[in-house]
Each structure stands twice: as C-alpha cells, then as structure tokens.
C-alpha cells in the first residue's frame, strides 16, 4: 500500500512538473527581442530570430543580453517539415543572414545550430510565424515575423 502510494505521488508530480515546464517554454516562445524577433534562450545564450520575405535573420546575445559577435560565426537554418536547409553568415555585430526557399506557414518551425568561434554549436527552436495570442500575426505582413512593437 505505501509503494501504491509513492507511485502515485510520483505521477501526480511529473504531471504538475511537465504541465508547470510547457507552461513556461510557451512564455519564452512568445517573448520578442530588441530587434523585433522570436527570443529563445540556447544554452549560455539568446538567440533572436526574424524572417523577412525569404531572408532570416538571426541576432546572438549572451545571457545579459549583451550582443555577441557574429564574426567567425556559421549557422544553419532548417525550416521543419520542408526541404529547405539555408546557410546564415555574418552580417552585421551580432548578426548572421540568410536567405533560401521556404513556405511560411502558421505553425511552421525553425531549427537553427549557430557555432561560434571556439564553442560548442547550440541548437534552437523557433516559431516565427505563429499568431499571437488574439489570432492575429502581431500586425506584421505574411511572412515576416515579429517586427518591433511601436
């Protein structure tokens, strides 16, 4: 009867647990960066990404949201589910692009790995095209994600 009812303690907690973590990765999927983009954390870092048309870019900040220098850099994009696999390369400070061929759908996702210069490769997901919490793709035209908030 005790190990009845351990078990079920244990249940009961990995269910709040699993229900308590979807429920905070979902905040982080709708954060937005300075640059109007999608913000996840990736390891001992941000990163922020926007699609513009068919050019994604993505911005590295370190946890403080300090930028981190793209230079040396290299990334890959693979848009999920389609055959689209686009190289990103510095751009900008902290910034790499790249552009390629991809349909923008709705719950469309994006896997990107960014290697820095002396570091391990960190791996994200994203969700650009998703609509915000009203329906509506935050006032943006099809296709982009995110702009800055006004």
Request: no cysteine; hydrophobic share 35%.
């Amino acid at each position: 009867m005790t190990a009845l009812r351990t078990l079920t303690a244990l249940v009961v907690l990995l269910f709040a647990t699993a229900i308590l973590a979807a429920d905070g990765h979902r905040d982080k999927d709708d954060e937005h960066g300075p640059n109007g983009g999608q913000l996840v954390d990736s390891g001992s870092m941000h990163l922020e990404l926007a699609v513009k048309g068919q050019e994604l870019m993505l911005w590295v900040f370190d946890r403080a949201n300090k930028k981190i220098t793209s230079q040396g850099a290299s990334a890959t994009a693979t848009i999920v589910g389609q055959k689209s696999k686009i190289n990103l390369a510095p751009a900008g400070e902290n910034l790499l692009k790249g552009t390629g061929t991809f349909d923008a759908k709705p719950q469309g996702k994006v896997l990107i790995s960014l290697t820095l210069p002396g570091q391990p490769a960190q791996q994200a997901r994203f969700t650009p095209w998703h609509k915000d919490d009203h329906g509506e793709h935050a006032g943006h035209k099809e296709g982009d994600a995110h702009p800055k908030k006004k």
